[in-house]
C-alpha cells in the first residue's frame, strides 16, 4: 500500500492541526496504520496507531489526552488530530502502516509515506 500524509504546518503552541493519511494502491484493510515522529536531532518515535478492521487504537503517553486517531473508510484515510500543541510536538510526522495488529516500533511497519513537517513555536 502507498501512503501520502498532508496537514502539516506552522502553528502556535495550543493550537491545533490536523494531519491526514491516504492510502492508495490498496485498502487499509487488514492494515494497522500507525503515526510516528521524528523530532529534530532525535529518534523516530511513536505517536498513535490505529487497527483498521476493529478501530481500535493506542497512544503514546506525551500525546495522550491532546491527539486522537481516526479513520474514513470512504476515503481510505487514517487522520491525526492535534490539539494543544506544544513547542515539544515540533517534529517530522510520518504514516506508515504494516498487517494486522499495530505496533509500537517503526521496524514493524513495511510502508511509509513521506514526513509532513509540524513546527509549533513558542
Known amino acids: 500500500v502507498q501512503l501520502q500524509a498532508s496537514g502539516g504546518g506552522l502553528v502556535q503552541a495550543g493550537g491545533s492541526l490536523k494531519l491526514s493519511c491516504a492510502a492508495s494502491g490498496r485498502t487499509f484493510e487488514s492494515h494497522a496504520v500507525g503515526w510516528f515522529r521524528q523530532p529534530p536531532g532525535k529518534e523516530r518515535e511513536f505517536v498513535a496507531a490505529?487497527?483498521?478492521?476493529?478501530?481500535?487504537?493506542a497512544y503514546a503517553d506525551a500525546v495522550k489526552g491532546r491527539f486522537t486517531i481516526s479513520r474514513d473508510n470512504a476515503k481510505n484515510t487514517v487522520y491525526l488530530q492535534m490539539n494543544s500543541l506544544k513547542p515539544e510536538d515540533t517534529a517530522v510526522y510520518y504514516c506508515?502502516?504494516?498487517?494486522?495488529?499495530?505496533?509500537?516500533?517503526?521496524?514493524?511497519?513495511?510502508?511509509w509515506g513521506r514526513g509532513t513537517l509540524v513546527t509549533v513555536s513558542s
Open positions: 490505529l487497527r483498521w478492521s476493529r478501530g481500535t487504537t
Open positions: 506508515a502502516a504494516r498487517f494486522f495488529s499495530h505496533s509500537y516500533n517503526p521496524n514493524d511497519y513495511a510502508s
